[in-house]
Every structure is written in structure tokens, then in C-alpha cells.
């Protein structure tokens, strides 16, 4: 009796027994499938199959890059090369035009470039010249702690492309079957060379060279053929249900002046045809019901006629009858309908008297009713004379600064140019006793950028909100303060030019700069719990919003993946990011750890990115610091987002909560705001923020907890028991520091310079 018939014979018993109710052994081990031979059988195949179809495979790593090393030493880019020369030989038998971006233990690096993104660049060039149909990188993967148990498929998809993740599942379903492995799945893949191509295209890691039992196999030249004939049925299976094509899209990339008709073709190569209900449109993120011509191979929309003039980003994806979708193809276009009508007011709406500003507001409309597109110019001449002045429309609408000189008496008239047309309006002059009032300008000190979401705030009061051309008004001689994220507040009475110019905290390191917060979430167990019952999510999730205001309030633009104790997936979390264009991406974690071990603090990077191993030392440092723990360095590590975020990512995980005395302390909204200032000073150190000084100051009272401390109206720290708080890296100059507590207020102002400062606020004022 052969071996497979005795392994029948065996299942066929077992199943036999446990049918007739007999007892189930369930401690004996399945049989060991791995790589030892096909499930399914591979097609009969002749020079025809797989004709017309262009497949580009590519053998991950080597050279220099010799990937992971499994315990005996086998290198991961001589296996992954042995299989795509097996994949590229089954191929081209079938009648594909197969290719390899390597045929030998080879890197793409030059004696000017050895970094791994200009190797990996040389992959996506071959892709972008040959224009394959299919794009397949061949990888062998490994485990970070290089558990020997560990062994799984994991095939990776060019996320957001319904192409490349059918191609994933027509391949993964026979790597699972074919190499004996039973735990597996299809993910999402943001790696460099798959992000950054335009083709069908699946990374896979079909087995764990760290799982001793797969490097013993894969050494011989029969596992890695039989990997190859997976991959090939994979292949067959995909192609033979045909390729779905956007062919073309129109518009594309113009300017219209009345409602353009969008249309779009499409093709099904080596397939049955497009099913019609597979035609997807999405017009600036909403989907929308087109029009199916009758032989199925074109589309068609008609846009509203109250569809609002500016851009629009078309998003088209069609699937065949055989259940394969295309990639989805974009194209842009703009509607910019001429301007017909003109609304305009003033602020104030008469000519201030004693002269100041005026803060001018124009609304532009096309024969329609609706707002000209942004962008659109308009002009400004009034009946003062002077320069013409120019902005451009934004948010539907154009503001202008207006100086008034003094003892104007006549009326003003103001006329707006936009296009051809012409729009003009009156200003009466003011009366007696009419409120002083001022109109500036906003703008960046560093590049002169205008400032669009200011506020003045006059005593409690908001007197003028955000300004989408940086212009604000307000009543002169009330004590207003200008306020802007990102910038230091600003006194207004002693402003007398039409144009404030404002620095920006930090010399402008943060910015603009975009940062992703994951407060880890989920169950207890998973997250962490204290052992008086707080859970670490909760913990996360509240230090994160500190982090976010404090980041905020430096000028970052900031996301957090959770606001509530909704648990996001690591697919979503990644998406998330991506799509955020985050510049980094920082985990918070406050973990669980066995009860005897001394608190301190951990950052995490994946493995190769100096970036994020340098942001992780500065950050856990910073943290440290400000704590008064240990910090034994950053560490390497692979969670999902790390891996699959585009920008450098990293995980800060606080002292354990599992400590009694810690969970105690986390429990307090003081200590939590201190541990988002730690790692906020450590994203200073990242964004190479000079140190400045530091100002200690000490409230002074018989109940020195729970003050809140707030320097130059933008930063907080809450008072511990010993009522002191520490900022950093304060800039020379005076400051104002307010401290608080419940009805109990106290206000100082000090000078600092370069070094260091002790601050006290007395008891009484």
C-alpha cells in the first residue's frame, strides 16, 4: 500500500469512529502536509492559456539585501529566486509573456545611491516600462522574535485596489491548499513597491523561514517548484476569468465653463464581458448611478445642474461577468461657470469717522446662483485711488483690508472685477459717534503666508472668527489679543500698520506637520488592565487628547484613530493614516507587565527605518525624563501599522499599569497631561526644536494640587501635590503665566532670557 493510500485509509477511520460515536483522539497531531506535495491539480496547459496576458515577477530582495536568514543560514532572496524562476518557466509555457525583474542574486544598487528605496524604485521603473498585467513579488517571511512555531501565508494587495485583492485571493486560496499550511490571510499591503504602481499587483509571503521545519524544506529544489505551481494555478485561475480595463475617461484634466457629460470605457481581456451592475462611478467621494450603453462596454453621467462649480475627482472601477474587478482608473477635471452676480458687504458697514480699517467681503456668483469656483481672481479699486488690490476667491468668497484714512467725509465706492464683469457698491460715511474700527491683514513672519483661522478675542468675547483670506476686523481700543494655532497670541491695541505679521511657536517646526495618534484600544486583556480595574484603553485614549492639543496648539494638523472605546482594526488604522498623509504616526500604549517589574518606559520602531528608530529614542527619552524612570532604548519591533504605514511610525508605551501605585497615579487628569507633555517635548527634540529654557513655577497655596498653569494663553500643565509644573523650550521674551483653580485666579508676568527660570506665584495678589 503506497503512503497516500495509508494516510486515506487513516482519515477515512478516524471519520468512521467519530460518526458511530465512538471516543475522539484528539491528542494526536494532524499529518504534516507542509510542502509535501499538490492539492489541486495543475491545469493541462498548452502554448495558448495564458496567451495575451503580460505577468512581471519579482524575486524580493538580493544582493546586498539578502532579506530574512532563516536558523540554518538559508537566505530568503536565493529561495524567493528559486521560485519565480519555477513561477517564470510555468508561465511561459502556458503562453504568457513572463518576465523577472532578476534572473540572478543581484541587487538594482549604483556606486551614487546604495540606499534600499533606490533598489526598490529600479522594480517599480520595470513596471512602469514594461506595463505588465500582472505584477507578482515573491517573499519568504520571518517572525520578529523568531518563534520556531510560528509559520503562516500572509499575501499582501495593493490596498484601496479591488484588482490587485482578487488577484490576492485567487493566489493565496492555492498557497494555502497546496503547501500544507493551515493559518493564513489576505491583508492589505502598503508596502514602497506596491503603493507606488499602477498594475495588478500582490506581495506574497507564503511561509516563515524562521519555522525551522519550512527552511529544511526549502532548501530543496522540489519545494520550491511546488511553491511555484501554487502560485501558477493562482495565476490561471485569475486570468482565466478575464481582466476588466478602464480604457478611457472623460473629461480628463480640463476646464469647463458649463456642465461637461462624463463617460468612461472599458474592456474585458480574456474574458465573458463587463456585468453591468459592476460599473461603479464615485464623483468626489459619493458613488453615482450611471447610464450603461447596450453593448455594456461604456458608461455614462449626466452632472445636476446645480453641481457647484470647482473640482471634481472621477473614480471609476467596472467588474466582469467571471467576478474580476479592474483597477480603478481617476482622472480630475473643473467646472468654472463665468461670474454673473456679486453680494458685497463691509465691517463695519459705514466709513469709520476718525478713520481705521475696513474689512471687505464679497460673495461671487454665476448666472446660477451659485458660488465661481476658489481660486478665481478678483480685483479691488475704490474711489480713494491707490493700488489695485488683488485675492483670489476662497471658500466662495474674497475678503480685502481697506485702510480709511482719516477725515474721510464723502461716501466711499468700491468696484470688484472678476473676469468681465464688473460689480460696484457704495459705502455711506458715518456718523457721529460711530465706533472707531480696525482692518488687518494676518500673516505668517516666516513666509508670508496669510493666517485663516485666527480668532480676536476682546475681554471673553470672540469678536471676529476664522478669515479665508486672512483679513480681520475688529473695534479698536478694547484690549483684543489675537489668537492662531501655531502662533504665539498677540496684543492689537498697540498695532498701528494694516499688515501683522506673527511668528509662529517654534521657529514654525511643527507647522503644518501631520501627525496620526492610535491610542491602542480593545479588551482589557489585550490593552492592559490595572489591578484596581482601570483599563489601559481609557488611559490611552485620554493622554492622546492631551497630546492632540498640545500638538495642535504648536500648529499640527492631528487625527486620532479613536475617539471613543471604539476599536479600530490594524487594516483601518493603516488606512487611516495613509489617507491622512500623516508624516508620522505615533501608538500610545500604557501596558500590562508582571508585578515585579520596575516601572519604565518602552519605545518600539519596524525594523530598518532609522527614522522611526530615532523619533523612538527621542520620544522615550523625552518620556523618561519627564517621569523619573528608566529608559533602556528604543526597540525593534512589527505590529501592522508599523509595518504598513507610508510614514516613519512608532509605539511609546508608558510605566506599566499593572503597578498599583501607577494605576493610582494614571487615574489622576494632572499626571496624564504630564505624560503627554513628556513625549510632546520629545517630539520637539524630533523636529530639532532648540531646548530654550525652562520655566518651573511653583503655585504657591495652603491646596497645592490639581492648578492649572497656563503660560502665554496656549500651554497647560496641571499641579501635582508639591504644586509645581515645568514648560520647555521657552522662547526669550516676556511671558504671562495664569494659574487657576476653581474661582481662585492668579496672574504674573515675567521676563525670561537663556537660562533656566524658578517662578513662584505668591499666595495673594
Request: charged residues 20%; negative net charge.
Given at each position: 500500500?503506497?503512503?497516500?493510500?495509508?494516510?486515506?485509509c487513516?482519515?477515512?477511520?478516524t471519520?468512521?469512529?467519530?460518526?458511530?460515536?465512538?471516543?475522539?483522539?484528539?491528542?494526536?497531531?494532524?499529518?504534516?502536509?507542509?510542502?509535501?506535495?499538490?492539492?489541486?491539480q495543475?491545469?493541462r496547459?498548452?502554448?495558448?492559456t495564458?496567451a495575451?496576458?503580460?505577468?512581471?515577477?519579482?524575486p524580493?530582495?538580493g544582493?546586498?539585501?539578502?532579506?530574512?536568514?532563516?536558523?540554518d543560514?538559508?537566505?530568503?532572496?536565493?529561495?524567493?529566486?528559486?521560485?519565480?524562476?519555477?513561477?517564470?518557466?510555468?508561465l511561459?509555457?502556458?503562453?504568457?509573456?513572463?518576465?523577472?525583474?532578476?534572473?540572478?542574486?543581484?541587487d538594482f544598487?549604483t556606486e551614487?545611491?546604495?540606499?534600499?528605496?533606490f533598489?526598490?524604485?529600479?522594480?517599480?521603473?520595470?513596471?512602469?516600462?514594461?506595463?505588465?498585467?500582472?505584477?507578482i513579488?515573491?517573499h519568504?517571511n520571518?517572525?520578529?522574535?523568531?518563534?520556531p512555531a510560528?509559520?503562516?501565508?500572509?499575501?499582501?494587495?495593493?490596498?484601496?485596489?479591488p484588482?490587485?485583492l482578487?488577484?490576492a485571493?485567487?493566489?493565496?486560496?492555492?498557497?494555502?491548499r497546496?503547501l500544507g499550511?493551515d493559518?493564513?490571510e489576505?491583508?492589505q499591503?502598503?508596502?514602497?513597491?506596491?503603493?507606488?504602481?499602477?498594475?495588478p499587483?500582490?506581495l506574497?509571503?507564503?511561509?516563515?523561514l524562521t519555522?525551522?521545519p519550512?527552511?529544511?524544506q526549502?532548501r530543496?529544489?522540489?519545494?520550491?517548484e511546488?511553491?511555484?505551481?501554487a502560485y501558477?494555478?493562482g495565476?490561471?485561475?485569475y486570468?482565466?476569468?478575464?481582466?476588466?480595463?478602464?480604457?478611457?475617461?472623460?473629461?480628463?484634466d480640463?476646464?469647463?465653463?458649463?456642465?461637461?457629460?462624463?463617460?468612461?470605457?472599458?474592456e474585458?481581456?480574456?474574458g465573458?464581458?463587463?456585468?453591468?451592475?459592476?460599473?461603479?462611478?464615485v464623483?468626489?467621494?459619493?458613488?453615482?448611478?450611471?447610464?450603461?450603453t447596450?453593448?455594456?462596454?461604456?458608461?455614462?453621467?449626466e452632472?445636476?445642474?446645480?453641481?457647484?462649480?470647482?473640482?471634481?475627482?472621477?473614480a471609476?472601477?467596472?467588474?466582469?461577468?467571471g467576478g474580476?474587478?479592474?483597477?480603478v482608473?481617476?482622472?480630475?477635471?473643473?467646472?468654472?461657470?463665468p461670474?454673473?452676480?456679486?453680494?458685497i458687504?463691509?465691517?463695519?458697514p459705514?466709513?469709520p469717522?476718525?478713520?481705521?480699517?475696513?474689512?471687505v467681503?464679497a460673495?461671487i456668483?454665476?448666472?446660477r446662483?451659485?458660488?465661481?469656483?476658489?481660486g478665481t481672481?478678483v480685483?479691488?479699486?475704490?474711489s480713494?485711488?491707490?493700488p489695485?488690490?488683488e485675492?483670489?476667491?476662497?471658500g466662495?468668497?474674497v475678503?480685502?483690508?481697506?485702510?480709511?484714512?482719516s477725515?474721510?467725509?464723502?461716501e466711499?465706492?468700491?468696484?470688484?472685477?472678476?473676469?468681465?464683469?464688473r460689480?460696484?457698491?457704495?459705502?455711506?460715511?458715518?456718523?457721529?459717534?460711530t465706533?472707531r474700527?480696525?482692518?488687518i491683514?494676518?500673516?505668517?513672519?516666516?513666509d508670508?503666508?496669510?493666517?485663516v483661522?485666527?480668532?480676536?478675542?476682546?475681554?471673553?468675547?470672540?469678536?471676529?472668527?476664522?478669515?479665508?483670506?486672512?483679513?480681520?476686523?475688529?473695534?479698536?481700543?478694547?484690549?483684543?489679543?489675537?489668537?492662531?494655532?501655531?502662533?504665539?497670541p498677540?496684543?492689537?491695541?498697540?498695532?498701528?500698520?494694516?499688515?501683522?505679521?506673527?511668528?509662529?511657536?517654534f521657529?514654525?517646526a511643527?507647522?503644518?506637520?501631520?501627525?496620526?495618534?492610535?491610542?491602542?484600544?480593545?479588551k482589557?486583556r489585550?490593552a492592559?488592565?490595572?489591578?484596581?480595574?482601570?483599563?489601559?484603553?481609557?488611559?490611552n485614549?485620554?493622554?492622546?487628547?492631551?497630546l492632540?492639543?498640545?500638538?495642535?496648539?504648536a500648529?499640527?494638523?492631528v487625527?486620532?484613530?479613536?475617539?471613543?472605546?471604539?476599536?479600530?482594526?490594524?487594516?483601518?488604522?493603516?488606512t487611516?493614516?495613509?489617507?491622512?498623509r500623516a508624516?508620522?504616526y505615533?501608538?500610545?500604549r500604557h501596558?500590562?507587565?508582571?508585578?515585579?517589574s520596575?516601572?519604565?518606559v518602552?519605545?518600539f520602531?519596524?525594523p530598518?527605518s532609522?527614522?522611526?528608530?530615532?523619533?523612538?529614542?527621542?520620544l522615550?527619552?523625552?518620556?523618561?525624563?519627564?517621569?523619573?524612570?528608566p529608559?533602556?532604548g528604543?526597540?525593534?519591533?512589527?505590529?501592522y501599522p508599523?509595518?504598513?504605514?507610508?510614514?516613519?511610525?512608532?509605539?511609546?508605551?508608558a510605566?506599566?499599569?499593572s503597578?498599583?501605585t501607577?494605576?493610582?497615579?494614571?487615574?489622576s487628569?494632572?499626571?496624564?497631561?504630564k505624560?503627554?507633555?513628556?513625549v510632546?517635548?520629545?517630539?520637539?527634540?524630533?523636529?530639532a526644536?532648540a531646548?530654550g529654557?525652562?520655566?518651573?513655577?511653583?503655585v504657591?497655596?495652603?491646596?497645592?494640587?490639581?492648578?492649572?498653569?497656563?503660560?502665554d494663553?496656549t500651554?497647560?500643565l496641571?499641579?501635582?501635590?508639591?504644586?509645581?509644573?515645568?514648560?520647555?523650550?521657552?522662547?526669550?521674551?516676556e511671558?504671562t503665566?495664569?494659574?487657576?483653580?476653581?474661582?481662585d485666579?492668579?496672574?504674573a508676568?515675567?521676563v525670561i532670557?537663556?537660562?533656566?527660570?524658578?517662578?513662584s506665584i505668591?499666595?495673594?495678589q
Amino acid at each position: 500500500m503506497t503512503r497516500p493510500a495509508v494516510r486515506l485509509c487513516c482519515i477515512l477511520l478516524t471519520a468512521g469512529i467519530a460518526a458511530c460515536g465512538g471516543p475522539r483522539r484528539t491528542e494526536t497531531p494532524p499529518l504534516d502536509r507542509l510542502y509535501q506535495g499538490l492539492a489541486d491539480q495543475l491545469p493541462r496547459v498548452d502554448s495558448t492559456t495564458l496567451a495575451g496576458f503580460r505577468i512581471l515577477i519579482d524575486p524580493g530582495h538580493g544582493g546586498s539585501f539578502r532579506g530574512t536568514v532563516g536558523r540554518d543560514s538559508l537566505e530568503e532572496s536565493k529561495v524567493n529566486l528559486g521560485v519565480s524562476l519555477y513561477l517564470w518557466g510555468l508561465l511561459r509555457e502556458a503562453g504568457a509573456d513572463a518576465h523577472l525583474t532578476r534572473s540572478a542574486d543581484r541587487d538594482f544598487l549604483t556606486e551614487a545611491d546604495s540606499a534600499l528605496a533606490f533598489d526598490l524604485q529600479a522594480r517599480v521603473n520595470a513596471v512602469d516600462s514594461l506595463r505588465p498585467d500582472l505584477f507578482i513579488s515573491i517573499h519568504h517571511n520571518a517572525q520578529p522574535q523568531r518563534d520556531p512555531a510560528y509559520n503562516r501565508v500572509e499575501t499582501y494587495y495593493s490596498a484601496g485596489d479591488p484588482a490587485s485583492l482578487d488577484l490576492a485571493f485567487a493566489i493565496h486560496r492555492h498557497l494555502m491548499r497546496n503547501l500544507g499550511i493551515d493559518v493564513g490571510e489576505v491583508r492589505q499591503g502598503n508596502y514602497y513597491i506596491l503603493r507606488n504602481i499602477d498594475v495588478p499587483a500582490v506581495l506574497g509571503e507564503s511561509s516563515y523561514l524562521t519555522h525551522p521545519p519550512v527552511e529544511e524544506q526549502l532548501r530543496l529544489s522540489r519545494a520550491q517548484e511546488l511553491e511555484a505551481e501554487a502560485y501558477f494555478l493562482g495565476i490561471v485561475d485569475y486570468c482565466r476569468r478575464g481582466i476588466p480595463r478602464v480604457t478611457a475617461l472623460e473629461p480628463a484634466d480640463s476646464l469647463h465653463a458649463t456642465l461637461p457629460a462624463v463617460s468612461c470605457r472599458f474592456e474585458d481581456h480574456g474574458g465573458l464581458g463587463i456585468d453591468p451592475d459592476g460599473v461603479s462611478l464615485v464623483l468626489n467621494g459619493e458613488p453615482v448611478r450611471p447610464q450603461i450603453t447596450a453593448d455594456g462596454n461604456r458608461a455614462t453621467y449626466e452632472l445636476p445642474w446645480d453641481a457647484p462649480n470647482g473640482t471634481y475627482d472621477l473614480a471609476v472601477s467596472v467588474r466582469n461577468v467571471g467576478g474580476n474587478t479592474s483597477r480603478v482608473a481617476r482622472t480630475r477635471f473643473a467646472v468654472a461657470y463665468p461670474p454673473a452676480l456679486a453680494a458685497i458687504t463691509t465691517a463695519p458697514p459705514r466709513l469709520p469717522r476718525d478713520g481705521g480699517g475696513m474689512r471687505v467681503r464679497a460673495r461671487i456668483l454665476d448666472a446660477r446662483g451659485l458660488p465661481v469656483a476658489d481660486g478665481t481672481p478678483v480685483s479691488l479699486t475704490t474711489s480713494l485711488g491707490g493700488p489695485t488690490r488683488e485675492e483670489r476667491v476662497d471658500g466662495g468668497s474674497v475678503e480685502f483690508a481697506l485702510l480709511v484714512p482719516s477725515g474721510t467725509r464723502s461716501e466711499l465706492t468700491l468696484t470688484l472685477a472678476c473676469g468681465e464683469r464688473r460689480f460696484e457698491t457704495r459705502v455711506p460715511r458715518g456718523q457721529d459717534g460711530t465706533r472707531r474700527s480696525r482692518a488687518i491683514v494676518v500673516r505668517n513672519a516666516r513666509d508670508g503666508s496669510p493666517l485663516v483661522n485666527a480668532t480676536i478675542v476682546a475681554g471673553d468675547s470672540v469678536v471676529t472668527g476664522a478669515s479665508p483670506s486672512g483679513v480681520y476686523s475688529f473695534p479698536a481700543d478694547t484690549g483684543a489679543h489675537l489668537h492662531a494655532p501655531g502662533y504665539r497670541p498677540v496684543p492689537l491695541d498697540g498695532v498701528a500698520a494694516d499688515t501683522l505679521r506673527v511668528d509662529p511657536w517654534f521657529d514654525g517646526a511643527l507647522l503644518g506637520q501631520r501627525f496620526v495618534l492610535d491610542p491602542q484600544g480593545g479588551k482589557p486583556r489585550v490593552a492592559g488592565v490595572g489591578p484596581l480595574g482601570l483599563a489601559a484603553s481609557y488611559v490611552n485614549l485620554r493622554t492622546a487628547t492631551y497630546l492632540k492639543a498640545f500638538l495642535e496648539a504648536a500648529g499640527a494638523e492631528v487625527l486620532l484613530t479613536r475617539t471613543s472605546d471604539e476599536v479600530r482594526l490594524p487594516e483601518d488604522v493603516a488606512t487611516m493614516t495613509n489617507r491622512f498623509r500623516a508624516d508620522r504616526y505615533i501608538e500610545l500604549r500604557h501596558p500590562s507587565a508582571p508585578p515585579d517589574s520596575a516601572l519604565a518606559v518602552g519605545a518600539f520602531f519596524f525594523p530598518g527605518s532609522a527614522t522611526g528608530q530615532k523619533m523612538a529614542a527621542q520620544l522615550g527619552a523625552a518620556l523618561a525624563g519627564e517621569l523619573g524612570v528608566p529608559f533602556p532604548g528604543p526597540e525593534a519591533t512589527v505590529t501592522y501599522p508599523l509595518q504598513q504605514t507610508a510614514c516613519p511610525a512608532i509605539v511609546v508605551a508608558a510605566p506599566s499599569i499593572s503597578d498599583v501605585t501607577e494605576e493610582l497615579r494614571l487615574d489622576s487628569s494632572a499626571y496624564l497631561r504630564k505624560q503627554a507633555y513628556g513625549v510632546f517635548t520629545g517630539i520637539l527634540h524630533h523636529y530639532a526644536v532648540a531646548d530654550g529654557a525652562r520655566l518651573a513655577v511653583l503655585v504657591e497655596s495652603s491646596a497645592p494640587q490639581d492648578w492649572l498653569v497656563t503660560l502665554d494663553e496656549t500651554w497647560t500643565l496641571a499641579t501635582g501635590a508639591d504644586g509645581r509644573v515645568e514648560f520647555h523650550a521657552v522662547p526669550a521674551g516676556e511671558h504671562t503665566v495664569v494659574a487657576r483653580r476653581g474661582t481662585d485666579i492668579r496672574r504674573a508676568t515675567l521676563v525670561i532670557g537663556s537660562d533656566d527660570v524658578r517662578f513662584s506665584i505668591p499666595a495673594s495678589q
